[in-house]
């Protein structure tokens, strides 16, 4: 061990060697992965995601979501997920390859996202969900995202964003919550996000 | 101490040391500006980050604590875990290597502005990228945070610093080469190799798909194992027989304890995605190589350990020792827990819940950040020529870093048992004001490190004799 | 391992090394690095040759390293789901090659997401056409219950002046069926046969296959053609 070259060629074959063995190998499995049909022959999925979602990702990574939230469904026998009802079947390679930035997560202070656009279809209630989470659910811990929202004449307001009666956040008289174009594109983003197509490694469980 | 009578007497020359009395000073004393400035910086991370991991931990319990931009809880964590690692770790781990790389070489530091410039560089940067986390700008991949355009700067700051630790090795006056120097090397060559690529693969030239997330836990355990593991070992290795005057136990597995460290711990990368959509062998790949981690794990903490036991009594009121007990036993159970928790069975339990927050804690604040305070606490006074300022404020540290982090490591699985069972978020309410306090602790130790450093830095300049001191 | 260098016993005065944050002053090392790497060279040669003290590498590591080696190879056997890259859940039930061929249902949902990638740069999503260019699928006087003319042209494509509800058109509609598998086609052409208010019977991918075998590899039809072959009702 006096040999100084010697270690370092040693430690640098240790580092290719695993570098071949699971990130190029991955690659090679992976990179001929494209949109397909389930078994029956129907639609290709994953399908792109539209402009808006592209830039409410933006959005979600800014502002640190993907810090409490995942966007992967564990297998059955791996984790309560599907029981949790975050998904119907496992997420599998293929759903992300037409993602520029895979944002799986590794922490989950809230629920998984990866199905989120099916189980939550519904712009009022994300939007309700990000201005006041504890008025979306009971004794929630989570700090909202009113900063995405701003409050203008009720006149003028389009989507306004009702909250129930006596909320903390309740707008002065007259105004009313509207989203920005943050906001918009964040729901837009996570109206985006779904996994109710079977997928050929992973069907949808009869 | 048995070997010592073995020793021929014959085979004694005068050593180095002995004609030469006062070579180690002008060697500490060549190493000052940039091993300063790097400590310095380290502390100073240390405290900024600790204070966003504590902001961070009160929204959890708090919400509405400092809500709305730009003070975004998962902004905050990507800024405390920056500067964590990149900051304070890396900053120690740097300082401590190339001390060592030219104690033990027994040459003097040269051009020591170029250290000192690639320490800067650095640590500008990331200031500048602290800023561009918390307006938004980072990339939301843990371990690769900040925005792309800041790896390549940012590895060449480090290759500046990791260019002089190499060339203490080139021209070093000894012939054995110690274990901690085998540990700097692997270090000083991980960083920039893996750090580089794995920045090509995901931020520059995205891989497809989920061969990103694959890349991104590669990377991930390489620097935290391989970077800054190593490093905090090379430290342990140093210190413990330096502070006791004993040499290690076992020392003779050394060599296997460093080689399985690295081929083990190269393919455990995957360990961190068991159960994600990438191919069941990549993850299974990850769980050997995290289980079988526990090797090195073991043989290097049945060398360290029982060095310490043996040490007895006499390095009871030393810092560097006490921090060194610290890191080994945060080694030791850290290595356990990495090698369990990536078991499928056990995964599908705790995955994404505060028990590997838990774990991340224990091996970089404890095991890594511990082992490396115990090569600042052994260094810095060598090469400022002076003694700590503030005993107190020692204890301080110790004190407030030992219950900080345990109390923290407990709390955060506590919290993670209780959301595995299924518990609403309300019910975790109570752990996470637990791990709040606990981050409080942790932050008034990284404040105290912080402000004994500086007091050791504008403390009146050293007096010959003691220089001379830290010579013998 | 390295036997030319200078050794240097160890501190012979046996004193304790001193508080390292004793205020004030600085004590000495315990251990000087000279002595710190002679010992430690010499530890690392008793590897070789064990003294007191020091016992030779433990058998018992080799046996651990071995029997370790021995169950990650059996760890990777049975957890790799064979190296595939489509394994994903080791657990998952292997229902592909058990299940039997499944009767084909036309779903419109698939229908209309096919015909919206497939078909509605040129036909428009709404199949109303493009006036002078695309003909309209909607109302089309072509989509008269003929399955099999309609199937001709989406599998081999059709161009030439043609008449559709009344207008011209002379265009040139490639093979798209050609690339899209038998139940895709169904799901399209059943869609077609269905939506804004068109009202034929759905078709299955048995037919599709039927037609595809019938017409083999052959170039585009021409509308004079294929009307010889199914003329208009």
């Known amino acids: 061990m006096n040999n100084l070259s010697l270690i370092l060629a040693g430690v640098f074959a240790c580092l290719s060697l695993s570098w071949g063995g699971v990130v190029l190998a991955t690659q090679v499995q992976l990179a001929g992965l494209a949109p397909a049909a389930a078994e029956d022959g129907g639609p290709l999925k994953p399908a792109l995601a539209p402009g808006l979602a592209v830039i409410g990702k933006d959005v979600y990574v800014s502002q640190g979501c993907q810090a409490c939230h995942t966007q992967q469904v564990r297998p059955a026998g791996q984790g309560a997920d599907i029981a949790r009802g975050w998904g119907k079947r496992p997420s599998v390679a293929r759903d992300y390859i037409l993602q520029d930035r895979v944002l799986l997560g590794d922490r989950r202070l809230g629920p998984d996202l990866a199905d989120v656009g099916t189980r939550l279809a519904d712009d009022a209630k994300l939007h309700l969900h990000l201005l006041a989470p504890d008025a979306a659910v009971a004794g929630s811990t989570k700090s909202g995202f009113a900063h995405l929202y701003q409050q203008v004449p009720a006149a003028r307001a389009r989507n306004a964003v009702s909250l129930p009666e006596g909320h903390a956040l309740a707008p002065a008289p007259g105004m009313a919550w509207v989203p920005t174009d943050r906001a918009v594109a964040l729901v837009a983003y996570l109206r985006s996000l779904r996994a109710d197509h079977a997928s050929p490694e992973a069907p949808l469980p009869e | 101490m048995s070997l010592a009578p073995s020793a021929p007497a014959a085979e004694r020359p005068s050593s180095l040391e002995e004609t030469q009395p006062g070579r180690v000073a002008p060697i500490d004393r060549s190493l000052a500006p940039a091993v300063l400035t790097l400590a310095a910086f380290g502390a100073l991370w240390a405290v900024v980050a600790a204070l966003a ?119 070093r006056h000894t012939g054995h080469v110690f274990v901690s120097q085998w540990y700097i090397l692997a270090a000083i060559l991980v960083f920039p190799v893996v750090h580089l690529v794995s920045q090509a693969m995901v931020l520059w030239f995205p891989a497809a798909g989920v061969v990103q997330a694959v890349v991104a836990a590669w990377h991930a355990q390489h620097l935290a194992v391989l970077f800054l593991g190593s490093l905090a070992l090379a430290s342990l290795h140093l210190v413990i027989p330096k502070a006791l005057g004993a040499p290690l136990r076992s020392y003779y597995l050394a060599p296997v304890g460093f080689w399985t460290f690295l081929a083990f711990g190269t393919w455990s990368g995957t360990a961190s995605l068991v159960g994600s959509p990438v191919p069941a062998w990549a993850q299974s790949v990850g769980v050997v190589g995290a289980a079988l981690l526990f090797v090195p794990v073991l043989i290097v903490s049945l060398s360290l350990l029982p060095t310490l036991v043996a040490g007895g009594p006499s390095g009871k009121g030393s810092a ?65 020529g002076r003694a700590w300022p503030s005993p107190a404020l020692v204890a301080a540290h110790h004190a407030c870093a030992l219950l900080g982090l345990l109390g923290l490591v407990v709390t955060l699985a506590g919290h993670g048992w209780l959301q595995s069972s299924g518990a609403s978020p309300e019910a975790g309410l109570a752990w996470n004001a637990a791990a709040s306090l606990f981050r409080f602790l942790l932050l008034l130790g990284a404040v105290a490190f912080l402000l004994n450093l500086l007091l050791l830095l504008v403390a009146r300049p050293a007096r010959r004799d003691l220089a001379q001191a830290s010579a013998r | 391992m390295n036997d030319r260098n200078p050794e240097r016993g160890p501190r012979r005065d046996g004193r304790p090394p001193r508080r390292d944050d004793a205020p004030g002053s600085l004590p000495p090392e315990a251990f000087s690095d000279h002595k710190l790497t002679e010992l430690h060279s010499r530890l690392a040669r008793d590897k070789e040759e064990p003294s007191e003290g020091f016992s030779s590498t433990p058998v018992f590591l080799v046996f651990l390293l071995c029997a370790l080696g021995f169950w990650a190879g059996v760890y990777l ?74 199937l001709k042209i989406v599998l081999a494509g059709i161009a030439g002046e043609m008449k559709v509800k009344g207008n011209t058109y002379n265009g040139n509609m490639p093979a798209i069926g050609a690339a899209l598998k038998d139940a895709q086609v169904a799901h399209i052409v059943s869609y077609v046969n269905q939506a804004w208010g068109n009202a034929q019977p759905a078709v ?30």
């Open chain 2, 53 to 171: 991991g504590l902001a961070a931990s009160l929204q959890s319990h708090l919400p509405g604590f400092l809500a709305g931009e730009p003070l975004l809880f998962g902004r905050l964590l990507a800024v405390e875990h920056t500067l964590l690692t990149f900051g304070w770790l890396t900053n120690a781990g740097l300082a401590f290597a190339l001390w060592a790389a030219h104690r033990l070489g027994k040459v003097e530091l040269r051009v020591s502005w170029a250290p000192v410039l690639g320490a800067l560089g650095w640590n500008l940067a990331l200031a500048f990228g602290a800023c561009a986390l918390l307006a938004g700008r980072g990339t939301g991949l843990a371990w690769l945070e900040l925005p792309r355009a800041f790896g390549p700067f940012l590895t060449a700051c480090f290759l500046v610093v990791a260019l002089w630790v190499a060339s203490a090795f080139s021209r």
């Open chain 2, 320 to 384: 560097p020792l006490r921090f060194a007990t610290l890191g080994a036993l945060a080694f030791l159970l850290w290595g356990a827990a990495s090698a369990v928790l990536p078991f499928r069975s056990v995964s599908a339990l705790l995955r994404f819940t505060d028990v590997e927050v838990a774990h991340a804690a224990l091996g970089l604040q404890g095991f890594v950040g511990f082992s490396l305070l115990a090569g600042l606490y052994y260094l810095l006074p060598r090469v400022t």
């Open chain 3, 77 to 150: 056997t049975r957890n790799a789901g064979g190296f595939s890259a489509k394994t994903f859940d080791l657990n998952a039930p292997k229902v592909a090659a058990t299940a039997g061929p499944k009767a084909f249902v036309a779903d419109p949902k698939k229908g209309m997401e096919l015909f919206n990638a497939q078909c509605a740069s040129c036909h428009q999503p709404t199949g109303l056409g493009l006036a002078g260019v695309f003909p309209p699928l909607a109302g089309s006087d072509w989509i008269d219950g003929d399955n099999e003319r309609t």
């Open chain 3, 204 to 233: 299955t991918d048995a037919q599709v296959a039927e037609v595809r075998k019938k017409i083999g590899a052959r170039g585009q039809y021409s509308p004079k053609e294929i009307l010889a072959e199914h003329p208009l009702k």
